[in-house]
């Protein structure tokens, strides 16, 4: 079995800030971790991913985000915001066997303020 | 440019109605899955395909159906349309297992039905 918790559904920064938005899992297997980002009336579009090797991951737009495996965590940084980054982002897991199922956390609008 | 195209981006139906929902993928994927997303709920699985005229139910299959004729079309469908199935429906795809599978969904831009 496998989950997510994204925690804070929605999240205001100031422009220039730093952006932190929080992903916790659950997995019984070794995990691939995703975060993925949608605006406004759109699909999905992959941010960044985790499967094997290096635990610090960098993604489009300046993003990045960190495997913690001792803290079950793999939190989405960028360190200023952009008006840009205005969107809502879901943090997702799966792992290599079976059929794939690709489990969403519930999503976190992120507000940048000028 | 891969591409997963879902065929209405807007549809408005009535209570009762039969609806379908069309996708289509050029990437020549394997696995088809379609999720409904609403507010404060994230992404649920409806269904999923990992080939043709094969499906599985995903964790909300109550009210709805999938067909797979071939590889690259998915189709979801909605026998009698009820006001609780208006929602954001996401079509996406992935590869199987093998050289290029990442775990990475290939979402559509989203179908959204309202159901009168």
């Known amino acids: 079995a496998q989950s997510v918790t994204q925690l804070g559904s929605h999240v205001s920064v100031s422009e220039g800030a730093l952006v932190l938005l929080r992903c916790n899992y659950s997995s019984s297997v070794p995990p691939y971790l995703f975060w993925y980002v949608q605006y406004p009336n759109q699909g999905l579009q992959l941010l960044l991913k985790?499967?094997?090797?290096?635990?610090l991951v960098k993604g489009i737009n300046g993003f990045e985000a960190e495997f913690k495996k001792s803290e079950t965590s793999f939190h989405l940084t960028k360190p200023s915001a952009h008006m840009s980054d205005a969107a809502e982002y879901f943090c997702a897991v799966t792992h290599s066997g079976g059929y794939q199922k690709v489990t969403f956390g519930i999503g976190t609008k992120l507000q940048v303020i000028p | 440019d891969v591409k997963v195209t879902q065929s209405s981006r807007y549809l408005v139906k009535r209570t009762g109605e039969k609806v379908f929902l069309e996708c289509v993928q050029d990437?020549?994927?394997?696995?088809m899955f379609w999720y409904r997303q609403d507010p404060g709920l994230g992404l649920r699985l409806i269904y999923f395909?990992?080939?043709?005229?094969?499906?599985e139910k995903g964790d909300i299959p109550e009210g709805y159906s999938v067909s797979r004729e071939k590889k690259e079309r998915f189709s979801l469908i909605l026998e009698s349309a009820s006001t609780n199935q208006t929602s954001m429906y996401l079509c996406?795809?992935?590869?199987?297992?093998?050289?290029?599978?990442?775990?990475?969904?290939?979402f559509g831009e989203g179908s959204r039905l309202t159901v009168l």
């Open positions: 990437m020549d994927h394997e696995n």
């Open positions: 996406a795809s992935s590869p199987s297992q093998g050289a290029r599978y990442t775990g990475e969904l290939f």
């Open positions: 985790y499967t094997t090797g290096a635990t």
């Open positions: 395909s990992y080939d043709v005229k094969m499906k």
